[in-house]
């Protein structure tokens, strides 16, 4: 059980998020990550899936409550290919969970964050925004609304 003390001290921001969605890693070769993510280290897939819309295909992999994502462009003039030639394999962004995404982002926004998305949209796996890199530190930090929080009939998810 966690010690109350030590809970009061983290900053309230940092308690607001929720887990660790995922961090994703861009790849050159689907396939070939693939071969040491799933084959070599275990890890269990549990989605791959073209996503038209930002012109590259993800896999998601299983690893205790959070998952890795590997982002494959399909496309060379896409931000991400641009981010592949540029910086090579590796380290993309990180992925925390929030209640309320809408209410998240307005948040951030008061609080001075520039925001990539300034409201929720569609992800692989729910409502999804981007927080500017020039905000964070310069880590991409994306936001996905816990399931079943109100963006995901807002957009259409089951």
């Given at each position: 059980?966690?010690?109350?003390?030590?809970?009061?001290?983290?900053?309230?921001?940092?308690?607001?998020?929720?887990?660790?969605?995922?961090?994703?890693?861009?790849?050159?070769?689907?396939?070939?990550?693939?071969?040491?993510?799933?084959?070599?280290?275990?890890?269990?897939?549990?989605?791959?899936?073209?996503?038209?819309?930002?012109?590259?295909?993800?896999?998601?992999?299983s690893v205790g409550e959070s998952k890795v994502e590997l982002v494959m462009p399909t496309d060379e003039t896409t931000g991400v290919a641009r981010f592949l030639a540029s910086k090579g394999e590796g380290f993309h962004h990180v992925c925390f969970e929030v209640?309320?995404?809408?209410?998240?982002?307005?948040?951030?926004?008061?609080?001075?964050?520039?925001?990539?998305?300034?409201?929720?949209?569609?992800?692989?796996?729910?409502?999804?925004?981007?927080?500017?890199?020039?905000?964070?530190?310069?880590?991409?930090?994306?936001?996905?609304?816990?399931?079943?929080?109100?963006?995901?009939?807002?957009?259409?998810?089951?």
């Amino acid at each position: 059980m966690a010690d109350p003390d030590i809970a009061a001290s983290v900053p309230e921001p940092i308690r607001r998020l929720g887990k660790v969605h995922h961090v994703a890693l861009i790849v050159r070769d689907l396939d070939e990550a693939l071969g040491f993510w799933r084959d070599t280290l275990g890890l269990p897939v549990e989605l791959v899936l073209p996503i038209q819309t930002d012109r590259v295909t993800i896999a998601f992999l299983s690893v205790g409550e959070s998952k890795v994502e590997l982002v494959m462009p399909t496309d060379e003039t896409t931000g991400v290919a641009r981010f592949l030639a540029s910086k090579g394999e590796g380290f993309h962004h990180v992925c925390f969970e929030v209640e309320d995404l809408a209410k998240t982002l307005t948040r951030l926004e008061v609080d001075g964050l520039e925001l990539i998305d300034k409201a929720p949209r569609k992800g692989a796996e729910g409502p999804v925004a981007f927080i500017h890199p020039r905000s964070c530190h310069g880590v991409l930090v994306e936001l996905i609304e816990a399931p079943a929080g109100p963006a995901w009939a807002a957009l259409g998810y089951p």
